[in-house]
């Protein structure tokens, strides 16, 4: 490895001194070869400076490695400590990286981690093993995945063709908890559905089917609420034996 000689000197135009050099023995051009003062030029310095480093680093390595497993060992809880500090100061900017290195390499990502997948099966099952133990941990965790799996299970029958079985709203709360009503759908493609019914079951018995108040189906017929939320729309098409998936596409 032989690197481009440093010019220390501002290059004097064409005046024509030369040194001797007396490491490879040949006039060099003062200052752009060698230095005014200089025994060696620079060529030869650097080649003396990459022999001794590559000779070096070869016979101490070990000592090296030695020494800095030593230190390491010593300063554990101080380097630890600098980690996780400076892991702190540049969190944000490290997954800002990172999100621009997924969108700018998304399918070289994909097809890796694809990969990893099939080659790793046992970690891949562990890591998915983590992934719902850690969602189901807290109750809102759990709420959404009972409502993730009730829809999944919904569009999947529908989309085998197979029959879909009414589940009892007193099963359906048990299931999948009372109090999930945060995600909210449009109203409108059920409404015919909703006045046909309260026009022969009237608002109590229908607040009853879907699982929600007399009040909330008074609002719904007089046209004050334009959105109900995902657990009254599936107990609503349940009942009305409707297609989820067909009503609320963009939900689904
Ligand atoms: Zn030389």
Known sequence: MSREPKIRYAPKSADGERRWCNKCGRMMLVPD?????????????AETKDEYWKSYYAENRQKQLDYQAAYREAHREEINAYQREYAARHREEAREKARQWYYANRERHKARTAAYRQANPERQAEW????????????????????DSRMRSRL?????????????????????????????????PLLPYVKA???????????????????RVMEMIRGDRDEISLPVADALCTHFELPFSWLYQDVA
């Open 33 to 45: 070869e060698i230095k005014p003062l200089g025994r060696r030029c620079f060529a030869c310095q």
């Open 156 to 188: 999947n029958a529908e989309r085998n063709g197979r029959e879909l079985t009414p589940v009892p709203l007193d099963e359906y709360r048990e299931r999948y908890g009372g109090d999930n009503h945060h995600v909210q759908v449009p109203l409108a």
């Open 197 to 215: 019914a309260y026009e022969e079951l009237g608002s109590v018995e229908l607040a009853r089917l879907a699982g929600t108040s007399d009040k």
């Open 128 to 147: 998915v093993r983590r992934w719902y133990a850690n969602k189901l941990r807290t109750k809102a965790g759990r709420l959404s995945y009972l409502e």
